[in-house]
Nanobody
Framework: QVQLVESGGGLVQAGGSLKLSCASS????????MGWFRQAPGKEREFVAV????????RYADSAKGRFTISRDNAKNTVYLQMNSLKPEDTAVYYC???????????????????WGQGTQVTVSS
């Protein structure tokens, strides 16, 4: 069983930056593709970014490209999301998720992720 705990959210002005962290415990973190998703009030959960188990492959939503960077430190069992040039429309609860099939390919589909964190709120003021 994998447990995920996000941190690093908060209130920031438009144009600012935040770095989210997701710490994992339990099963072997280094074998799993890890994703970030977000959900704004009244909207469906949407894909933000994903990173492969070795950190070689990444994929981003169009809204995140050029502004967000996903990375991981397998020695620390942690995945990160660096968010720059934040916009009010980035306001949402951000979730990390683990795709627990060992060495699985990256995916932007939420249904293919097995374990989710509790989420961390990001609020961007205009």
């Amino acid at each position: 069983q994998v447990q995920l705990v996000e941190s690093g959210g908060g209130l920031v002005q438009a144009g600012g930056s935040l770095k989210l962290s997701c710490a994992s415990s339990g099963r072997t973190f280094s074998n799993f593709a890890m994703g970030w998703f977000r959900q704004a009030p009244g909207k469906e959960r949407e894909f933000v970014a994903v990173i492969s188990w070795r950190g070689i492959s990444t994929r981003y939503a169009d809204s995140a490209k050029g502004r967000f960077t996903i990375s991981r430190d397998n020695a620390k069992n942690t995945v990160y999301l660096q968010m720059n040039s934040l916009k009010p429309e980035d306001t949402a609860v951000y979730y990390c998720a683990a795709r627990e099939m060992a060495y699985a390919s990256i995916s932007s589909r939420a249904a293919e992720y097995d374990t989710w964190g509790q989420g961390t709120q990001v609020t961007v003021s205009s």
